[in-house]
């Protein structure tokens, strides 16, 4: 059983450009959040997805961030028009549901370098 | 809003020995989830230990215990006969248990660096 995929591993952007990390969850898994970890620091939420379904975004900037999590296909996370303050690791964590036994399980992180 | 607190930011420990990494947090939930998570420098995320709020029971998994005082809203992980691979960096999570849209959000601590002296 794969475990939570994200690729690309490394993305390098030139300011004003696009950046979009994919996200693939464990098997089984319908629900997906992206996490951000600035340099330096801790983990930071961003969005709550389910399939189909954005459930809490209260960490995601207001501008040029997006995320979905289509019925069929990974979850995506897109930043459009980059900046260098954007440049940090993103996380996605998948799990079956939320619930008492509430793991998430992590991928191994895009990195996104902002030239 | 729930805050978590690593008030550490670096340790270290020589291997064989036990070393202590402190957290607090501040939450109004009374049902929640607390985690510390290892990430080496791979900078995988890897999941240390669990403990449920509403279990008196400090969680234990091997050389890895916590030391949970609700009351005091404290969650200090123990890492005893420590090895070189535990290095890395160290985090405190909290989720509450509360429903609603914050169901399962994860929110982290700033981080403890350890450091294991061979």
């Known amino acids: 059983n794969a475990g939570v995929m994200q690729n690309p591993r490394h993305l390098v952007r030139r300011r004003g450009q696009e950046a979009r990390l994919r996200c693939s969850p464990m098997?089984?898994?319908?629900?997906v959040y992206w996490y951000r970890q600035l340099p330096e620091e801790g983990l930071k939420f961003m969005v709550y997805?389910?399939?189909?379904?954005?459930?809490?975004e209260s960490g995601m900037p207001k501008e040029r961030f997006s995320a979905e999590f289509p019925k069929e296909g990974p979850s995506i996370l897109r930043i459009q028009q980059v900046v260098r303050g954007d440049s940090a690791a993103y996380f996605c964590?998948?799990?079956?549901?939320?619930?008492?036994?509430?793991?998430?399980?992590f991928g191994p992180g895009t990195r996104l370098t902002v030239l | 809003a729930q805050t978590v607190t690593q008030s550490q930011p670096e340790m270290s420990v020589q291997e064989a020995e036990t070393v202590t990494l402190s957290c607090t947090y501040d939450?109004?939930?009374?049902?929640?989830?607390l985690f510390w998570y290892k990430q080496p420098p791979s900078r995988q995320m890897i999941l240390v230990i669990r403990?449920?709020?509403?279990?008196?029971q400090n969680a234990t998994e091997n050389r890895f215990s916590v030391n949970f005082q609700k009351a005091a809203k404290s969650f200090s992980l123990k890492i005893s006969d420590s090895q070189l691979g535990d290095a890395a960096m160290y985090f405190c999570?909290?989720?509450?248990?509360?429903?609603?849209?914050?169901?399962?959000?994860?929110?982290f601590g700033q981080g403890t660096i350890l450091t294991v002296h061979p």
């Open positions: 964590a998948s799990s079956p549901r939320p619930g008492r036994h509430n793991e998430q399980f």
């Open positions: 098997k089984g898994h319908s629900h």
């Open positions: 997805l389910q399939k189909e379904n954005i459930i809490d």
């Open positions: 939450t109004s939930e009374s049902d929640y989830y």
């Open positions: 403990q449920e709020a509403y279990k008196q």
């Open positions: 999570a909290y989720t509450p248990n509360a429903g609603g849209t914050s169901y399962g959000k994860l929110t």
